[in-house]
């Protein structure tokens, strides 16, 4: 369930984690950045050439020794490599109101450094030499309804050591009503892999599914869904649910991501 969000601007002497600016505008976001309950997630996609990804790497680290040096940060967010050299930031946010003042505080980290921020800052843009397309943004909005809580401690996108990224355009209700029953099964048989699910609101227009464990080798023993539905509901009834749901989606791609916390902004 979302939660009004109110986006405070006041004036400060001070940036986030107490980094010295000029006095001025600035902006109090109010969602911690990695809220797994947020509503919304503002996720950037880096596509990197895999022979200069060491090259965007280091400048992501000299970059952090600078935030971090100075005691504040660029508000980018949570990094995941998805398999090959793309890598996803994962911002939490609550209002499209906080979302612009999001940007705003990103475009002002110069300034919350300081005099050597303009210059810190086209060090780190050298990385950009590994980019490829697709390069762009996007927002995503969380689907509560299809998401799955295994036993255990619950896991996120921020938290979990392994997750398996399934992007789809679902072109039908029947998905929904096929996952219903699914999410029963699962249920019934405790399968221990969590699952959030989000909608690319602006951008793909596509469900993105995280399925979310431990590590990897945790999610092989766990097996596939559909053979944890079929523990419960029978082999036949299985099938025919997860067939439903294949025919109600088109465009699917299935990827392995793992997280990448040492990239990621300070909170």
């Given at each position: ?48 050439d895999p022979k200069l990804e060491a090259i965007f790497e280091d400048a992501r680290r000299g970059w952090l020794q600078v935030l971090n040096a100075h005691h504040t940060t660029d508000g980018r967010g ?139 080798a945790a999610f092989r023993e766990a097996g596939s869904p559909e053979q944890a539905a079929a523990r419960s509901l029978g082999a036949e009834k299985a099938a025919a649910l997860f067939a439903t749901v ?22």
């Open positions: 369930m979302s939660r009004r969000v109110v986006v405070v601007l006041v004036l400060c002497l001070s940036a986030p984690l107490g980094a010295a600016v000029p006095a001025g505008p600035c902006v109090s976001l109010t969602t911690a950045p990695y809220a797994a309950s947020a509503t919304f997630r503002a996720v950037h996609i880096d596509t990197l949570f990094f995941l490599q998805r398999s090959g050299s793309t890598f996803l930031t994962l911002r939490s946010f609550n209002s499209f109101a906080e979302y612009d003042a999001l940007r705003a505080f990103r475009a002002s980290v110069a300034e919350r450094i300081g005099p050597d921020g303009e210059k810190a800052g086209a060090q780190y843009d050298r990385g950009d030499v590994a980019l490829l397309a697709p390069h762009n943004s996007e927002v995503w909005t969380r689907l509560e309804a299809l998401d799955y809580r295994g036993p255990g401690p619950e896991l996120s996108e921020y938290t979990a050591g392994y997750l398996q990224m399934v992007v789809e355009q679902v072109s039908s209700e029947a998905y929904q009503e096929a996952w219903k029953q699914i999410h029963a099964a699962l249920a019934a048989a405790h399968y221990p892999i969590g699952r959030k699910t989000f909608f690319s609101s602006l951008g793909s227009g596509k469900y993105v599914t995280f399925w979310l464990a431990t590590s990897p294949r025919a109600a989606r088109s465009e699917v791609s299935v990827a392995d991501v793992v997280p990448r916390p040492e990239l990621a902004s300070p909170p």
